[in-house]
């Protein structure tokens, strides 16, 4: 039996299980399917970087169906009420998908495409981390969705604990950006000739943030002192 048709067998068991509320069940069961269809279980699943987990499946296919799994893990996640296990597994899910549709494009038709940058909008929503907004940000832009790569780098600026360590990955995204074609970059939500415009921006908001960064106590009391001396 095709894997895919493995996986569904799969997934149509574990909503049987949700649907009685045996969640607990539905994991375990996920867990142990996971191991079976790409010798991954689902518990590592979730400990595994993205890149690690596509390395390690070395197929698209079972890239795919790590995604799945993980979306899944999510969906349960969310009911249980965990909803920081729920957004880890969506991101990392998302991840996997784009990177999926960017190795094998001709399986990825617009319909797919569309359904894994929706799947990353409602990601988005959900208010991330540092961590899970690059994997976001990487994801749009491996579906060559460069728009709303962007709004991840900004929306990374605005969490970052240290925005200057966000430089970096803004420049080598626009410098990416820039060996484009224009129609790429056209279809992709960021023309050419708002490149510049998405750079200044990045900049001024790295800025800003750095400007926001309130002085430690202790410095603030020095001040203090040594102005009322």
């Not at 039996?1 to 574990?14: I, Y």
Request: net charge negative; aromatic share 6%.
């Amino acid at each position: 039996m095709r894997l895919l048709d493995q996986l569904a067998q799969a997934l149509a068991r574990v909503l049987s299980l949700r649907e009685n509320e045996a969640r607990g069940q539905a994991l375990d069961f996920l867990n142990r399917e996971s191991e079976r269809l790409i010798g991954i279980d689902g518990a590592m699943l979730e400990i595994l970087s993205p890149d690690a987990i596509r390395k390690a499946t070395a197929s698209v296919e079972k890239g795919f169906v790590a995604a799945r799994i993980l979306e899944e893990i999510s969906l349960i996640s969310e009911e249980e009420g965990d909803h920081h296990r729920a957004t880890a597994a969506a991101v990392k899910a998302f991840w996997l998908y784009a990177a999926a549709a960017q190795a094998d494009a001709s399986a990825a038709d617009n319909t797919f495409r569309e359904r894994i940058a929706g799947f990353g909008d409602a990601c988005a929503e959900r208010g991330l981390a540092e961590g899970d907004l690059l994997s976001l940000m990487a994801g749009y832009e491996m579906l060559g969705e460069f728009g709303r790569a962007e709004d991840a780098l900004f929306a990374l600026v605005e969490v970052a604990g240290r925005p200057e360590g966000v430089l970096p990955v803004g420049r080598d995204f626009y410098a990416r950006l820039a060996e484009y074609e224009d129609a790429e970059l056209e279809k992709g939500g960021l023309p050419r000739n708002e490149l510049q415009d998405g750079i200044d921006g990045f900049l001024a908001r790295v800025q800003s943030r750095l400007s926001q960064i309130e002085i430690p106590d202790e410095a603030r009391e020095a001040e203090g002192a040594a102005n009322s001396s």
